[in-house]
């Protein structure tokens, strides 16, 4: 059972345009939420992450969203650049039995910025 | 955050064989992570490293099959033991620097033969 859901494996966006990658989630336990991004052969690299008290957190370019309602987060990158071209995680903290370090991730999303 | 490494950075090993993960970090953390990353797959944590305590493993991950050593503050092993071809992945280790964010090694891609 997944309980992180990042339902598009891949996303393709032109250079200047906003990104928006989606993820849901099933467990409501889950507080704390996070972003990742990943090149190859390295490993993830920590981007934005997001309380459940709040809707938005801004850093940068970089703005994400909750709608705890819908169990829903999204990463807005705006404006794309091509060295976003990555693998993007989002991941979960919390659940079940107050486990505030574990992090439950996505599938990943695969961003590819055109020029 | 925290610099973290990893050796080796990837190796090739036989079915049987084990293989030992070195993970370091630049600075004293409590809680370090070992992740495994399969192929086309999410990261799955297998175990919460706690320095001076048993390895926590999560379901699904033992001691036996992946046994972890955490000497110090900076410092964690994983071992991948009696390897088979489905234990062909990226293992990660990371570290929780105190506001629920993690900061993970490079990865140690692992292909077993």
């Known amino acids: 059972d997944q309980q992180v859901k990042q339902n598009s494996p891949s996303l393709s966006v032109q250079e200047g345009r906003i990104s928006i990658l989606n993820c849901d989630y099933t467990n409501s336990m889950f507080d704390y939420f996070l972003w990742y991004k990943k090149y190859p052969a390295e490993g993830p690299t920590f981007l934005i992450s997001i309380s459940s008290i709040k809707d938005k957190n801004e850093d940068g370019r970089f703005t994400v969203f909750l709608n705890k309602s819908a169990k829903h987060l999204s990463l807005h990158i705006v404006p794309s650049q091509p060295g976003d071209s990555a693998v993007y995680f989002c991941a979960a903290s919390g659940g079940s039995g107050g486990s505030n370090y574990k992090l439950t991730f996505g599938k990943g999303t695969l961003l590819t910025v055109n020029p | 955050s925290a610099v973290i490494s990893q050796k080796p950075s990837r190796d090739i090993c036989q079915r049987g064989t084990s293989l030992t993960i070195q993970c370091q970090v630049d600075?004293?953390?409590?809680?370090m992570f070992w992740y495994r990353q399969q192929p086309g797959q999410s990261l799955t944590l297998i175990a919460t490293?706690?320095?001076?305590?048993?390895?926590?493993?999560e379901s699904g991950f033992v001691i036996d099959k992946f046994p972890i050593s955490r000497p110090n503050l900076t410092f964690s092993t994983l071992t991948v033991s009696n390897m088979s071809p489905e234990d062909s992945s990226i293992y990660l280790c990371?570290?929780?620097?105190?506001?629920?964010?993690?900061?993970f090694g490079p990865g140690t891609r692992l292909t077993v033969t």
């Open positions: 490293a706690n320095q001076g305590s048993e390895a926590t493993y």
């Open positions: 990371s570290v929780e620097t105190g506001a629920y964010e993690q900061y």
């Open positions: 600075s004293q953390v409590t809680m």
